[in-house]
T-cell receptor
Framework: EPEVTQTPSHQVTQMGQEVILRCVPISNHLYFYWYRQILGQKVEFLVS????????KSEIFDDQFSVERPDGSNFTLKIRSTKLEDSAMYFC????????????FGPGTRLTVT | QKEVEQDPGPLSVPEGAIVSLNCTYS??????FMWYRQYSRKGPELLMY????GNKEDGRFTAQVDKSSKYISLFIRDSQPSDSATYLCAMRRNAGKSTFGDGTTLTVKP
């Protein structure tokens, strides 16, 4: 069964450093998303991406964040200058272009900022 | 008021019990309703998906949506210890973002 994959599974970085989280969505999907979940809290939407551009973003997704689909398979989230409060699980998700819009999540990248 | 409110739990039941998990919402534009299961430090796994009002059954799981009351439920019959996890309700208007509840942690005791 096709699935969303994410790398790395765990990333440790120092405050102020740049990180890039990588995702490979399901191959025939056209909508891509990033969510995050701070430990013990709810899953929060960051950004959605369709047709090579951001279609929606939350107030969390400020100028420190960017997304890119550099080729036909990868979808990346970059955090330019990490803060302690960026420590969280980051989930990539993807959805088909069908009417059902079933959304599938990857296993997540645990980002720890020290 | 939160857009999505989920019964907080935690919930602990004996094996074989029927489990009821519930969410209410305030945004009448939501049309797609999902239940995800999440194990500790793992990604949400899509369990059930419903469009608009009605019931949907898949094995031991039944999802109900009542749009007039803005209320959704997930029922688990014959619960098993392997069902122990956090259950997340989520909703969306279209292909855009999903809005999640806080999650209910379920423990099924053998």
């Amino acid at each position: 069964e096709p699935e969303v994959t994410q790398t790395p599974s765990h990333q440790v970085t120092q405050m102020g450093q740049e990180v890039i989280l990588r995702c490979v969505p399901i191959s025939n999907h056209l909508y891509f998303y990033w969510y995050r979940q701070i430990l013990g809290q709810k899953v929060e939407f960051l950004v959605s991406f369709y047709n090579n551009e951001i279609s929606e973003k939350s107030e969390i997704f400020d100028d420190q964040f960017s997304v890119e689909r550099p080729d036909g398979s990868n979808f990346t989230l970059k955090i330019r200058s990490t803060k302690l409060e960026d420590s969280a699980m980051y989930f990539c998700a993807s959805t088909t272009d069908r009417a059902t819009y079933e959304q599938y999540f990857g296993p997540g990248t645990r980002l720890t900022v020290t | 008021q939160k857009e999505v409110e989920q019964d907080p739990g935690p919930l602990s039941v004996p094996e074989g019990a029927i489990v009821s998990l519930n969410c209410t919402y305030s945004n009448s534009a939501f049309q797609y309703f999902m239940w995800y299961r999440q194990y500790s430090r793992k990604g949400p796994e899509l369990l059930m998906y419903t469009y608009s009002s009605g019931n949907k059954e898949d094995g031991r799981f039944t999802a109900q949506v009542d749009k007039s009351s803005k209320y959704i439920s997930l029922f688990i019959r014959d619960s098993q210890p392997s069902d122990s996890a956090t259950y997340l309700c989520a909703m969306r208007r279209n292909a855009g973002k999903s809005t999640f509840g806080d999650g209910t942690t379920l423990t099924v005791k053998p």
